[in-house]
């Protein structure tokens, strides 16, 4: 069986790498939801939830390239301190989004900071990791007019808004 296009699906999952340190989890949280058919979770983690019924559980196992690429080197710029607003504190691990020529969002993490240099990073946080998701399938469901109009969920797990 697979889940048609425009379903709301909620899942609870933990998401580990492959050396097992837990990444991201929804345990104690809002299990997540998302409408079907919309690219709005990892391609390869939608394929196999489509094969899940409700109430099972999974482990799947994504590759990197698969997941949010390899890691490119490339990715990894210098830039002057002054090209950051003079009273932010920077720290590593602080993420900023640029805007590209095209005025594309172009997120990135702040990887060192020296004295008159900043390194950023625009690799994706979990590029270059396999993933390994521990998935349940909680519910498939309609979704209402207000979501469909909007294309996405909404209510636990999904947008708040
Ligand atoms: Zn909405």
Request: aromatic share 8%; no cysteine; charged share 15%.
């Given at each position: 069986m697979s889940i048609e296009q425009n379903k709301v699906v909620t899942f609870e999952y933990t998401l580990k790498d492959d050396a097992g340190?837990?990444?991201?989890?929804t345990e104690g949280a809002s299990p997540f939801s998302f409408l079907s058919g919309?690219?709005?979770?990892l391609p390869k983690l939608e394929d196999e939830i489509n094969k899940m019924i409700i109430g099972s559980k999974k482990q799947v196992k994504i590759a990197a390239t698969d997941a949010y690429g390899e890691y490119n080197e490339q990715a990894v710029q210098q830039v002057d301190?002054?090209?950051?607003?003079?009273?932010t504190e920077l720290q590593p691990g602080m993420q900023f989004v640029a805007n590209s020529p095209e005025g594309k969002q172009m997120p990135f993490i702040v990887s060192e900071v020296m004295d008159n240099n900043v390194k950023i990073d625009?690799?994706?946080?979990?590029?270059?990791k396999n993933l390994e998701f521990d998935v349940k399938l909680v519910d498939i469901r309609e979704p209402t007019p207000e979501e469909l109009a909007h294309g996405h969920s909404h209510g636990k797990g999904g947008h708040q808004h």
């Open positions: 340190n837990i990444l991201d989890t919309k690219g709005q979770i301190r002054s090209s950051f607003p003079a009273d625009f690799n994706h946080p979990l590029a270059g």
